[in-house]
């Protein structure tokens, strides 16, 4: 919903778990995709090494819960390009989706 709110940026899908979010981005090929972390079936950490092993020009932002500093690092390792804690504003996803294009 935050978002729906951006002009220059289009939500083309959701998903609620690691495996879904594999297949929406193989179905979908969005520019960025927004990985929380922690999801059910496949963690965010998998989903986002999967998704950049078959779709390397896609960009991932992590989303993780601020003091859960080994998951930031295995999400950075796996390849995202930004985190941004949840709770953040949505100026802040903004950006970091934007800087993930450019």
Do not use: C, W, Y
Not at 47 to 72: H, M, Y
Not at 77 to 93: C, D, I, N, S, Y
């Amino acid at each position: 919903m935050i978002l729906l709110t951006n002009e220059d940026i289009e939500v083309v899908g959701d998903a609620g778990d690691g495996e879904k979010s594999l297949e929406a981005v193989q179905r979908l090929r969005p520019d960025v995709v927004v990985m929380d972390g922690r999801m059910p079936r496949m963690d965010g950490v998998e989903a986002t090494r999967q998704i950049l092993r078959k779709f390397p020009e896609t960009r991932v932002v992590a989303l993780s819960i601020g003091d859960d500093i080994e998951l930031i690092g295995r999400m950075e390792r796996a390849g995202a390009r930004h985190t941004v804690l949840k709770g953040a504003g949505p100026e802040e996803l903004s950006r970091a989706i934007r800087t993930a294009v450019n």
